[in-house]
């Protein structure tokens, strides 16, 4: 952390689109991590705009599939496409959503 760009709380707010007061709360909550330097300014590390947004630091790709089908009676016509797109796309066992509308 040590040569951690560090952002100024406004910085910070734009980036994750809260506003000042509620970025006050959470740190009040410690649900933001903060700095304070020397003249006792709060500076918040970049690797909080990460963690608070929820960025994963790790190379996982997810994939999204969306399918669906007319009707209830079709339930099965939605399993067969379910099928497929993970035997296409080698999805194994990623977990897929097809709802039937």
């Given at each position: 952390?040590?040569?951690?760009?560090?952002?100024?709380?406004?910085?910070?707010?734009?980036?994750?689109?809260?506003?000042?007061?509620?970025?006050?709360?959470?740190?009040?909550?410690?649900?933001?991590?903060?700095?304070?330097?020397?003249?006792?300014?709060?500076?918040v590390?970049?690797?909080?705009?990460?963690?608070?947004?929820?960025?994963?630091q790790?190379?996982?790709?997810?994939?999204?599939?969306?399918?669906?089908?007319?009707?209830?009676?079709?339930?099965?016509?939605?399993?067969?496409?379910?099928?497929?797109?993970?035997?296409?796309?080698?999805?194994?066992?990623?977990?897929?959503?097809?709802?039937?509308?």
């Amino acid at each position: 952390m040590s040569n951690e760009r560090l952002l100024k709380p406004k910085e910070f707010c734009e980036l994750v689109g809260i506003k000042y007061p509620t970025f006050k709360q959470y740190v009040r909550e410690g649900k933001i991590k903060v700095i304070y330097t020397s003249m006792g300014r709060i500076r918040v590390p970049y690797s909080e705009v990460e963690r608070f947004l929820g960025i994963r630091q790790s190379n996982e790709t997810r994939v999204v599939i969306y399918a669906r089908v007319s009707s209830s009676d079709k339930k099965e016509d939605l399993k067969r496409k379910k099928r497929g797109f993970k035997e296409e796309n080698k999805l194994s066992n990623r977990i897929l959503c097809c709802k039937r509308l």
